[in-house]
């Protein structure tokens, strides 16, 4: 076997092989060989293929680098040493998000990956290997997340850090959580926090905003806006509004789902209601309508209409 010849270390999802300095062969989260390039400060991956084939080809594929380049590939130590480094934390943190995903909401999903990707993944203290990763680190992390962002966001990142560490625990990966009982020591207790009162708008302001949005919105965004101004309805149940819950006789509309991340879920509290439907804003539905069932049927997919604002 190609590989045998090559010192290795065991890596979160197999065995990482080490051909020459800054010249690896590891596998990632989708199982899939990839040779790994470091070199100069310049780091490159290359994904070649899953199961043994893929590790064969990828064996070779690094070799043809190492000698391209005129690196000496290593040789293999007497012993295995001692503590392999272990994963990074951030390859342990998309680890976590892939194989989880199936128990979470889309929503859920949508929500994981923005932390991984903007809160988690930038911050340098999360590239190192995760049984590196001290408490005073992420503690200084979150303090700093704070100063700017809202006490749910701080509560939603500290939520995925500690996650994260506990199926390294379980793993074996790591012996500590340093994330645990850590939101205490950032933020306040929740009725001492600085709430703000909603800020509602004036009738003039409202005014002012259908004004404008006459003239810069395109007439689905213009009505979505109308629907929230003058029924009350929040910004997701106006975008899943459908027209089989109209009752334009009654002046009624049934709210049953809200809309959100490209997903129709039932409304906030998972009740549903009856909202009055003003008049002028009646017709404007009623013409909204007509425009929809005209499109349709110029596109040649019939003029049945469902979803009234999103696609």
């Known amino acids: 076997m190609p590989w045998r010849k090559y010192p290795s270390i065991e890596g979160m999802y197999g065995p990482i092989f080490n051909l020459s300095k800054g010249i690896k062969v590891r596998r990632d989260w989708r199982r899939q060989w990839i040779v790994d390039i470091n070199v100069k400060g310049q780091r490159h991956n290359r994904t070649i293929g899953a199961g043994r084939e893929g590790l064969v080809k990828a064996i070779k594929a690094a070799e043809a680098i190492v000698k391209r380049m005129g690196s000496v590939a290593p040789k293999a130590p007497a012993q295995q040493p ?3 480094l272990k994963p990074a934390f951030t390859t342990c943190a998309w680890g976590w998000y892939q194989d989880n995903q199936n128990r979470w909401s889309p929503e859920t999903v949508n929500r994981y990956e923005e932390i991984l990707r903007l809160h988690i993944e930038p911050q ?3 590239g190192q290997p995760i049984d590196r990763v001290t408490r005073n680190q992420v503690k200084h992390h979150l303090r700093e997340l704070s100063k700017n962002r809202s006490p749910a966001l701080v509560e939603a990142v500290h939520a995925v850090v500690s996650s994260i560490f506990e199926e ?3 793993s074996g990966l790591t012996r500590d959580n340093p994330a645990r009982r850590l939101l205490s020591k950032i933020l306040p207790k929740k009725h001492q926090r600085n709430l703000k009162e909603a800020a509602f708008m004036t009738v003039a302001e409202r005014d002012r905003l259908m004004a404008a949005a006459q003239n810069t919105c395109s ?3 213009r009505l ?4 929230m101004a003058f029924m009350g309805l929040r910004l997701g149940e106006a975008l899943a509004m459908r027209l089989r819950n109209l009752d334009f006789d009654r002046m009624l509309y ?3 789902e809200s809309y959100k991340t490209g997903v129709f879920r039932k409304p906030k509290g998972g009740k549903s209601r009856l909202v009055d439907i003003p008049a002028f804003l009646l017709a404007e539905l009623e013409t909204h309508v007509a425009y929809l069932r005209k499109e349709r049927l110029k596109l040649g997919i019939g003029g049945s209409v469902d979803a009234l604002l999103v696609n």
């Open 82 to 84: 001692t503590e392999a």
């Open 254 to 256: 049934h709210v049953t």
């Open 168 to 170: 390294a625990i379980d």
């Open 219 to 221: 007439p689905s965004m």
């Open 224 to 227: 979505a806006l109308m629907v």
């Open 124 to 126: 340098a203290i999360y």
